[in-house]
């Protein structure tokens, strides 16, 4: 069974930083591209970031880049992302997600954690 867990949200001012963590148990996380998405109240949940099994690319919803890092360890089944010079815009509920493949692409899998919810304050 797979289970995911995702930590580090919080409550931060405009320009402050957190860094969000994200623990997979069950399988291997080592053949797999690892997302980051997030969902705000009334609108649609949206990817920020994507890193591939390897950890060699990464992508990044335009609003993020340059303010955003998204990193991983395979070995500790870890992802995570460091957010800097975070905007109000950014406040919402991250998730973390696994693709089926290795490179960010087609089909998520259906294992979702709880989230971690991130607000921004001006």
């Known amino acids: 069974q797979v289970q995911v867990v995702e930590s580090g949200g919080g409550l931060v001012q405009a320009g402050g930083s957190l860094r969000l963590s994200c623990i997979v148990s069950?399988?291997?996380?080592?053949?797999?591209?690892m997302a980051w998405f997030r969902q705000a109240p009334g609108k649609e949940r949206e990817e920020v970031s994507c890193i591939t099994a390897s950890g060699r690319s990464s992508r990044y919803l335009h609003s993020v880049k340059g303010r955003f890092t998204t990193s991983r360890e395979n070995g500790k089944n870890t992802l995570w992302l460091q957010m800097d010079s975070l905007k109000i815009e950014d406040s919402a509920m991250y998730y973390c997600a696994l693709y089926r493949d290795t490179f960010c692409t087609g089909s998520l899998q259906n294992d979702w954690g709880q989230g971690t919810q991130v607000t921004v304050s001006s």
């Open positions: 069950g399988l291997s996380i080592g053949v797999k591209g």
